[in-house]
């Protein structure tokens, strides 16, 4: 669901990738005799595919409960369903939420919105769907009136409580594509510890959330895509407890009359965003935190994400940006040195 490409690489997904070149043979060994069953299930979900392993005593395939749940999340927070409820929020004034996803999503991008002054801003749905960003596409995206549509943006906007939402102006609407496909994420690990399942693996769309470890006591490993060498990992990383986000900006783009339009979008000046960023990886306790913070981060920049990053002892950040010469750089915040290996591109 989110706007921004997704360029994490989970490669203990994929039986035909061979991986012992990354991570060694030993990674691949598995001594079935000592663990738990493991469940592997994928499909497809928001517009994208999933992938999700988990360790189960009981054996159990759980699918068919897992895709209704991502069914049921669509119908509330899909804006590619006319009848969902954030479809109908922005045909109306108001909405009563009859599902138990509106009301939480809203919820964290108000916190992020707050923390970020406003770099995040889920109202910015006008300036998406004019700079052809949305589900219909535009002719002349170059003729934006920004300062009318600038009007409608801003989550002052919006009041709300645990049982509806209002509109304090018509118009505004609301687009939680950099935010709620997190939270899909967190409603499957949820519904696996429902299950006594704490050793998982969770993958929508490139947002991740691991529990406890997979066999021998080893952590999850997930690779992070070089943004100029598609295809090729410029890092790996080992995640234990913790969510992974990752967002880019270089594939969501489009040329009309010689202007390139990206979808990066600053919801305070209503302009495409120019910025060195290349890729965002945000780490935090779950996933709909660490997805609504790289996409603020993306506006932000790399100089005051990391000063923000400093001042957060919940988030971290891997950032790849390009430096003044066009080299490219990377940046790896305190929390997460130790997790996070580099790897030398020849």
């Not at 949305?134 to 645990?162: C, M, R, T, W, Y």
């Not at 919801?267 to 790289?294: H, I, R």
């Not at 981060?297 to 891997?318: H, I, N, P, S």
Request: aromatic share 12%; proline share 3%.
């Amino acid at each position: 669901m989110k706007n921004a490409a997704l360029h994490l690489l989970l490669f203990f997904f994929n039986p035909l990738t061979d991986i012992s070149g990354y991570f060694g043979t030993d990674f691949l060994k598995y001594k079935a005799s000592n663990e738990l069953p493991l469940i592997s299930i994928s499909g497809e979900a928001q517009g994208t595919t999933y992938q999700i392993k988990y360790y189960d005593q009981k054996n159990r395939n759980l699918k068919s409960e897992i895709d209704s749940i991502l069914q049921d999340f669509d119908r509330s927070l899909s804006l590619y369903r006319p009848d969902s409820e954030i479809s109908q929020f922005n045909k109306s004034q108001s909405l009563t939420f009859k599902s138990p996803y509106f009301y939480p999503v809203l919820k964290k991008s108000q916190e992020v919105y707050e923390a970020t002054n406003g770099a995040f801003d889920p109202t910015i749905m006008p300036l998406v769907e004019a700079y052809g960003f949305g589900a219909k596409k535009v002719k002349n995206p170059e003729n934006v009136n920004i300062d009318s549509l600038l009007k409608l943006v801003g989550f002052h906007n919006i009041q709300f409580d645990a049982l509806s939402a209002r509109k304090n102006k018509s118009n505004v609407r609301l687009d939680f594509n950099g935010i709620a496909q997190g939270y899909s994420v967190d409603m499957i690990g949820a519904f696996l510890e429902s299950k006594n399942i704490n050793r998982y693996m969770v993958e929508i769309g490139g947002e991740v959330l691991c529990k406890g470890k997979k066999e021998q006591a080893k952590p999850w490993v997930a690779g992070i895509e070089d943004p100029l060498r598609s295809g090729s990992l410029i890092a790996t990383v080992s995640l234990e407890n913790r969510a992974l986000t990752t967002a880019g900006n270089y594939h969501n783009h489009f040329t009309s009359n010689g202007q390139v339009f990206n979808h990066l979008i600053n919801p305070k000046t209503g302009a495409m965003e120019q910025t060195s960023l290349l890729s965002v990886t945000v780490f935090a306790k779950d996933a709909v935190t660490a997805d609504g913070y790289d996409t603020a981060f993306f506006v932000m920049g790399v100089e005051k994400t990391k000063q923000f990053v400093a001042t957060r002892k919940d988030l971290d950040v891997y950032l790849i940006y390009t430096n003044k010469n066009g080299g490219l750089e990377t940046f790896v915040s305190a929390g997460v040195k130790d997790f996070i290996k580099e790897i030398n591109q020849k």
